[in-house]
């Protein structure tokens, strides 16, 4: 997987963070046909399993965050 700094990179240099709504974790499910999306999953070099997990943990981390608790920040390696 990409650094986190290569990630920021690409997400500044694309037009509106290269999504609709300028972040990867708002953006549309693998159902709906998204060439923002595709895009900037193929220069971050994410597979469609990869995305998924992502948005998976997003959703976790935001419901957590709704209810009360602390959000678990990934580690940097």
Do not use: A, Y
């Not at 694309?14 to 060439?35: D, H, I, M, N, V």
């Not at 399993?49 to 998976?56: A, D, G, I, N």
């Amino acid at each position: 997987m990409m650094e986190e700094k290569e990630i920021k990179r690409i997400m500044r240099e694309s037009p509106s963070g290269g999504t609709c709504w300028g972040s990867l974790s708002c953006c549309c499910s693998l159902k709906r046909k998204c060439e923002f999306r595709d895009n900037v999953m193929k220069q971050l070099g994410l597979t469609k399993e990869q995305f998924t997990k992502l948005k998976e943990d997003f959703n976790k981390s935001l419901f957590k965050l709704l209810k009360g608790g602390k959000h678990d920040r990934p580690k940097n390696k």
